[in-house]
């Protein structure tokens, strides 16, 4: 009996947002990661400016080749000690990336309108910078350095290794969405988290993103 894989994998792959219309919606609404009380004594730490993301080859790192299709479960940074569960997230009714529950500090989420981590093109992983007992799970993300490391563990039991080559911060106002969201054509990896200024008014300005690509995979 002929297997529904590939079928199931189409209607998977058709069911996803194209980027460029997707990248216009979620400029908006990844700013929204907008619970973040933004009032303690010291901020959370922004990107350096010698961070800044390279341009990327247009191509899979050499012997590591893109998984299939499988939900994220947990992501571990190790550079600032980030060890969280993942869970799917999707658009709330307003059309803006539906965030985790901003009452679990220690919760992060994978957008499921994109890849899968370690699929070939660009996962998306978000969650809180703080909530109004403290920080939370990306609080750090803006101090992370090229180099560093991001580890998704997937459903399938395998880990996608990801190596950092840019942390950026961007204005919500201004952000660039084909370039953050747009497929490189390996397996890609953004963290996002807000940032930038802060004010009671509107919430934080920007949204720190790290970029990173496959470098290898485990299990």
Not at 42 to 52: D, E, L, T, W
Not at 123 to 133: F, P, R, T
Not at 145 to 160: H, I, P, Q
Request: aromatic share 8%.
């Amino acid at each position: 009996m002929p297997s529904s894989q590939p079928a199931e994998e189409e209607q998977r792959q058709s069911k996803r947002a194209p980027w460029g219309v997707m990248a216009l919606v979620l400029l908006t609404g990844l700013a929204l990661i907008r619970n973040g009380s933004g009032e303690f004594d010291v901020g959370p730490p922004q990107p350096a400016s010698a961070a800044a993301a390279d341009q990327a080859p247009d191509k899979a790192v050499k012997g590591v080749a893109p998984l299939t299709f499988s939900p994220a479960d947990r992501i571990q940074i190790k550079g600032i000690r980030v060890d969280a569960p993942v869970m799917p997230v999707g658009l709330d009714m307003e059309g803006w990336v539906d965030a985790p529950p901003p009452q679990d500090p220690n919760l992060a989420g994978w957008f499921t309108g994109a890849v899968s981590p370690g699929e070939k093109g660009t996962a998306v992983i978000v969650g809180h910078v703080d909530n109004q007992q403290g920080p939370a799970v990306f609080y750090g993300l803006g101090s992370l350095k090229k180099g560093n490391r991001v580890e998704v563990l997937r459903s399938d039991r395998k880990t996608a290794v990801f190596e950092i080559y840019g942390i950026d911060v961007f204005e919500k106002n201004n952000f660039p969405g084909d370039r953050v969201y747009g497929d490189k054509g390996a397996p890609e990896l953004r963290v996002i988290t807000c940032g930038g200024g802060f004010s009671k008014q509107a919430g934080y300005n920007g949204n720190v993103v790290v970029f990173a690509r496959l470098v290898d995979v485990r299990g």
